[in-house]
Nanobody
């Protein structure tokens, strides 16, 4: 059983910064990719930034230049440094990971952490 646990959400004024953390635990053969999605009420979950274990990163255009994803491979963790936050960044942020072996892989989600950007 694999578990993803997020931390670091909260409230911040526009222009502020937050850092999200996510730790994977349990039976982890190999993390193939790890990253972050976000969701607002009534909308689909959208990609924020993800990083494959080969190092390739994919991020939303809306966060480029402001958000940075970092993985700690030794600790099975992923971080999202969010700078210059805007009210439209307000959402529940979910940690995401693809974990498995060469024969099988599964997608896992964290429980979500709220980020609110408001003056």
């Amino acid at each position: 059983q694999v578990r993803l646990e997020e931390s670091g959400g909260g409230s911040v004024v526009p222009g502020g910064s937050l850092r999200l953390s996510c730790a994977a635990s349990g039976n982890i053969p190999r993390i193939k990719a790890m990253g972050w999605y976000r969701q607002t009420p009534g909308n689909q979950r959208e990609l924020v930034a993800v990083q494959a274990s080969g190092g390739g990163t994919n991020s939303a255009d809306s966060v480029k230049g402001r958000f940075t994803i970092h993985r700690d491979y030794a600790k099975d963790m992923v971080y999202l440094q969010m700078n210059s936050l805007k009210p439209e960044d307000t959402a529940v942020y979910y940690c995401w990971a693809v974990i498995g072996t060469s024969r099988r892989e599964d997608t896992y989600w964290g429980q979500g952490t709220q980020v609110t950007v408001s003056s």
